[in-house]
């Protein structure tokens, strides 16, 4: 399978490198417009055709998907002649700058009967598995809310806000996890060194009283990528910046016996042990895309398709609207 990619900037390498290491695909082509990341391209893959010109690529009848690793006001016109052009397209995150854009690409993929994946490479991680399956296993419990704070000093963006670069590792994450859709977003952020946010927090309220919660900054003196997840039975720790054990599930919580009336409340802390399962080493982004050469081979749709790259931009698109309104409750 022969892959155009365009943009070989901050994470293109990483694209280019897992797409050439894989056996059933092969990078054909790579368009970027700066000189400096063309001539690292290819001094890095001497026998790949470099270009500056993205439609070259995309236009190319040897190529069988497109990989857009561009800035996010790009991604729609980049991934709408892709899909147009009869290729299959991996996007980066988030999918596109609004709502009616990704609609509009969902569309045409359906028509053309094209994949869509979205680059929601945390999906594929060791610990976001382990906590999938722990949460569907029930060994947390019934779900009481979900904490992340992800801060570090830069790297700021100029195009978008932090909760559009930082908070969709987040909201892919629940989307993913968390049973049921939100159903109303609560956002505040301040501007401090341009015109987009630097700081955000956002808060989402979920069916069945669970609630999620994500603190997000590029002003941060130290970076911190640290999960809460609080069940009925366990609680649970995500430590992403830890080499080893990396998830920890405690046996901790809270019994409430209320057998004497209202007012008379018993509360009986339980504390337990704690353990760290076991998880995979493999890297995410190689596991990512050799899943979706599957999926474009056997013609299914992959779970981050195109359509769960809409969720996250409306929740994102949601968000946006409540810092307009000074943190005003916007539904879903």
Known sequence: MNFGVIGYGYWGPNVVRNLASLEDSQVAAIAELSPAAQNRARKAYPGIHITADAMEVITSPNIDAIAVITPVWTHYELAKAALENGKHVFVEKPFTSNV???EKLIDIAIQKNLRIMVDHTFLFTGAV????????EGTLGKLYYYDSTRVNLGLFQHDINVLWDLAPHDL???????????EAVVATGQCHLNSHEDVAFMTLYFPENVIAHINVNWLSPVKVRTTLIGGEKRMLVWNDLE?????KVYDKG???NNSEGLY?????????DMWSPQLEQLEALHQELTYFVDCISTGKDPFNDGCAGLRVVKMLEAASESIGKRGSLVYL
């Open 100 to 102: 009616a854009q990704g």
């Open 129 to 136: 598995r382990k906590i999938s399956q722990l949460l569907r």
């Open 172 to 182: 892919s994450i629940m989307d993913h996890v968390i049973e049921g859709s939100p």
């Open 243 to 247: 080499n080893d054990e990396k998830v």
């Open 254 to 256: 809270v019994n409430i």
């Open 264 to 272: 008379k409340l018993l509360v009986n802390y339980r504390s337990g």
